[in-house]
Every structure is written in C-alpha cells, then in structure tokens.
C-alpha cells in the first residue's frame, strides 16, 4: 500500500515540504493520505510532530441541523479577516443511517485532493477540509488527531474541528480540543439532549444559534439551569472542577451577527486554560485519547487476524457444534494472543490455570 | 463485584435452575446481571450455552418512529395466540443525542427485574425486556447474545431482538439474526437512508409500516428498484447471492393489520434458510461477531490497564513534553502488551528492530 502512494510523483517528505512551503495541493494530498489511514498516514503524523503544539485546537459539536456549518464559516472569515490563519476539518458523522441527511449541507471532499475555499479575499489564508469517516468510527478516532496535528504544523492556528455530537466518538473528539464549543437551537430540546449526551461536562462555551427564533431565551435558562446543577453537583470535571463556567453565547450565524461574540468567549477561555494552568492538562488528554486510539486501530487488527487464523476458525467451529462457548472460544483466542492472562472479572474459567 | 451479586438470597445457579422452571422473576433477575456484564454475565452465559441453540432469533430494526415497538407488540401477542413463546429484546439505541427521544416510547427497564408484559391473557407466554446500553456500545454488543442466548435455553421461541438501526453497532446486532426485519415507513426517505446504512444487504424481510398512509406505495417500489440493482449487482451478500430476494411486506400495526403477513415472510425466510443450507452460516456469521466483540472488550481493559501503569503514564508524558510522538507512544506501548511485532501498516518505525 505504501508503494502505490509512493510511486506518485511526489514522495511523502516532498509533498510534506512543500505543504510547508504554502502549496495548498500538497496539503490537501497528504489529507487524502492522513484519512485514507495505514502506514503513510503514521508516517505525515510522524513529520509533522515536530513541528506542531502551537495552534489553539477547537471542537465545534451540536445536533444536526444546529448551524455548525455557518456559524464555522463565519468564525472563519471573521478570523481570516483579523489576519488569523484559521483551518477547518469538518468531520462527517459515522452514524450511517443520519449519515445522508447531514453529508446533504456539505461537499463530500473524501476522495479529492483539493480544499474547499470560502470567499476568495480569505480563501488564501483558510483550509477547509471535510473528512468522510466512512461508517466506521474508528478510522475517525485515527485521522482527527493526525490531521489537526498537519493543520497545526502548517502553521494554522486555530484548527476548527467541526463535528456532530450524535455519537461517543464525535464527543470525544471534541471533548479533546482545548476550547469545545457546544452549538444549540431553540425548539428542539437541545439543552436536555445535550444533558444526555454528557455535553454540559464537555463544553467550554455554549452558543445559542438562530437566537432571533422564539424560545432562544428558553434554551440559554434551561442550559443556566443545568450549569448550576451540574456545579452544585460538581459534575464539571473538563476544567478539573475549578469553577470556571462555561459562557453561553447568543448568535445567529445565518444572520452573521454573534459570531464575533463566540470567538471571544472560545478566546476567553484559552486565556483562562492557561491561567488555570489547565492547557497542558487539555493536552495531555488529547494525547491520552489518541494514544488509546491507535492502540485500539492495533489490536482489533490483532483480533481480525487471530479470527481468521486457523486456530480462529477452528475454535468458532467448535462453537458452531456446540462442544465450545462464545466465551470460552475468545478466552481461548485471547490466551493465543495474549498469553495466559486474563482479567478475573473477564475470565469464564473458574479454577485456576497452571 | 461478583460477591456483591452473589451475596443476594438466590446464587446465580439458584436463578437459572428457577427461572428454567418457569419463574419469571429469577429470569429478570438473570437479565439484569447479564446487561450488568462482568463476570456474572459470562456466568449466565455459560449455563445457557448447552441449553440454547433451538430458538428462531429474529432482529427487527428501523429508523426511529418507524412503529417498531408497535409492531413487534403485534407480532408477540400474534405469536402467542398461536400458541409459540416469543421473547423480546428491546435494545435502546447507544447514540447518546438521539437516546433521549427513542427511550420516550418505551418504559426503561434497566435497573428493574420486572418483566414489562403485554396483554393478560398472552404474558404468561412472553417476556418482553428493554435493555439499556447506557451510550457505550460494547456493553450491547457484549450483553444482546447473552440475554439471547439465555432467552433460547429457557425455551422461548421466536427470540425478537428490536433495535433502531441508527448505529452500526445496531446494525450488526439484526444482521447477526436468524431473519432480519427492516422496518420502513412513508415520507421519511427510508428507502434511500436504507441504502446508506447497508440495510439493503442486511434485510431479509422488508416490512412497509403505516401502509395506510400517502406514499407507502412509493417506498415499496424505491425498495423493488433498489433491490433489483442489488442483485444486478451482486450486493446482496447476507444469504451467500444464492438468489433469494427479500419480500416487501405492507402492513399498518397501530391498526393492527398486516402482522400475520409478516411473520409469515419471516418463517418462510428461515424456511428458505434451511432449504439453502445457510441457516448453519447465519449461525457461524453470529458466533464469529459474538466472540470477536468478547475478545474486543478483554483488550479494550486491556488497553485501560497499559495506559494507566507507570509506563503507560511516563509514555504519554514524553508525548506531551514533544519527546515522542502518539504513533511511538502506541507502539511501544504495544511492545508491552503484545511483545514486539505489529503490523507493518501500523509500524511507524522505519529501521528494523533487533
């Protein structure tokens, strides 16, 4: 798989220098490679290490159909304007049966290799790119990471990770970000789904959109009043429970009034992350979730071979006949991996192995 | 935390012995402990194992709203008039923003040991249970066999699992079903966001819900084009492509017609099944899911385990200081797990290693 990459007519290194060098095409093609996953996405990870750790990482989630698009494409222009050099990775959601109706509001950039530029005055200074994730999940959790940490080593900053809250991993994603912004709208519950969802834990700053709609004012009290809840209960634990509540900003993106307003409520709370001398624990998080994701990647690979491997086979037969369980069969298989060790808890054997 | 399940009046081989013969509050119980997981599930698990295996498991799945709890409601009081035992297994969805409003239709059964029944005269000869997945999708992946599995060995027959196909966790859940029921309704694309989700290839019974309503003809009919393209092309991969082609079935349950017509399809399906040998396969198919999701969840703790030891901790510090990249953090990580042999697509280290 590396060989049909490399044999291109630009080599990783190469393509990796010119992104560097401000060629746009080469960015977007080492995109393609970061989502496509394997060795050649490890290894533009591996490159751009070094030179990342600057950029103000921010998570933009809410339901569908919340605005996150627009109100992502104002923030952008707005920054761009202010001489910021903003990216966008917008991620597609794994969910596949909403998959459809949210791909609709967006070019599908999965297989190309060019960018999705806005208005031309700021397109120079901005990289939207969307991410497909293909239904499975995984491979989000794998090229979020790698492709923000790309943003960042071009010298983006902020990297915008757009992405909607309909499932763990797109939680978690943005749960990562220094600065998670949860985007609400009226009439739609959103305030108890976002209770549901564990976003009053994650959010850094709640934006109301659409807030020229009837029952705007009804979402910013019900999520006031949950915030006070969840600090009397001190569920707030993203900012290690040391008082810092999140903001609830009112906008409506569509309008394009209110977006100044969110950038300084996301900019607030950087300055406050490091006041806290939070930031380097948000960092550490961040990494703490990928790491755990790429050995995930590793070992359901792992399990696919062990599956398939004749051992694999023979043992589901043996369940198949009935003489095994489903059990016993992956405490068997996880003894061939693993050796001999299984947590107790986990372990359907009960007397002891020699 | 096995003690503390134990420690209650009845052991757990106490329940099993009561609830085969025929107490339903020991099965509730089994229930419980099975959705609980750990090692009393496995427990569970093992003394139905020998038990089980003559149950007809059917996966009904949908789009939420699509009438699913209706109609298996029909299905269960149709099936126990005639004189079966039908269980059911309700899965609430694990996608934490879209749990709130599908929990809204069904009474939550998740920490209760009562059995939620249907009409008088016909719940004696039902169980119907809500599990909850409480939003981490490998609990249902790792409890749904189990409370089949147990469900098979106390005698009923059909084992319904209901599910909203929102997830492809929800997804694998029906296609590891005997027959897998789709459940489509007029107005909401379904045929389309079908395709999208895979259900096409899923789908062994079409069921064309609220078939009173204006457009139910037309699904029917994007259903007949779609599945003629699939076997154009070949897609349709869950019954071997040995030609047979999924009814579409119209039925209306709040009106409570058409239910016979579907269980009807579903039997002639597992008829079907076994006229072309792939009722073993189906069986081999459900095995192979149930123990690769065993071994996922061993690995995952396994996973917790390594990221929470000193080497774990010191690796991700390094990563956080810039030392050492996520990818080198994993790999070693891995080393330690496994011993030192990954894959080489996700080996981010060029030289070898001695």
């Not at 992405?163 to 763990?168: A, D, E, H, L, S």
Request: hydrophobic share 40%.
């Amino acid at each position: 798989m590396a060989t049909t990459k490399l044999s291109r007519n630009a080599s990783i290194d190469e393509l990796y220098t010119a992104a560097r060098g401000g060629n746009r095409r080469a960015l977007g093609r080492l995109l393609t490679l970061v989502e496509r996953g394997g060795r050649d996405a490890e290894t533009i990870g591996e490159l751009a290490n070094p030179d990342a750790g600057a950029a103000h990482i921010v998570g933009i989630t809410g339901a569908p159909g919340a605005g996150k698009s627009t109100l992502t494409g104002r923030l952008v222009v707005h920054l761009a304007g202010a001489g910021r050099r903003p990216a966008v990775l917008a991620v597609d959601p794994s969910s596949p049966l909403t998959g459809g109706a949210i791909l609709g509001d967006r070019i599908r950039m999965s297989d190309t290799t060019e960018d999705l530029t806005v208005a031309p005055e700021v397109g120079d200074r901005t990289f939207i790119r969307s991410m497909a994730t293909r239904g499975h999940s995984g491979g989000l959790a794998l090229a979020v990471p790698l492709a923000v940490r790309l943003f960042d080593a071009m010298g983006y900053d902020p990297v915008i990770i757009e992405t909607v809250g309909v499932g763990q991993v797109e939680v978690d994603v943005v749960a990562a970000a220094d600065t998670a912004v949860v985007v609400m709208t009226p009439g739609m519950g959103d305030a108890v789904q976002a209770n549901k969802a564990g976003l009053l834990e994650v959010a850094d700053v709640f934006v109301v959109n659409k807030a020229d709609r009837p029952g705007a004012n009804d979402v910013r009290r019900d999520l006031d009043l949950m915030l006070d809840l969840s600090h009397l209960t001190g569920q707030d634990t993203t900012d290690g429970g040391d008082g810092y509540r999140p903001p609830i900003v009112m906008c409506s993106a569509l309008e394009g009034t209110g977006e100044a307003d969110v950038w300084a409520a996301v900019e607030a709370h950087l300055i406050s992350l490091d006041e806290r001398g939070q930031r380097l624990r948000r960092r550490h998080h961040r990494i703490r979730t990928e790491v755990r994701a790429r050995m995930s990647q590793a070992l359901a690979n792992r399990i696919d071979e062990a599956m398939d491997s004749d051992v694999g086979r023979e043992l589901v037969a043996h369940v198949t006949d009935g003489a095994l369980s489903p059990t016993g069969a992956s405490a068997k298989l996880l003894d061939a991996l693993l050796g001999p060790q299984l947590e107790p808890g986990l372990d359907p054997r009960s007397e002891p192995r020699s």
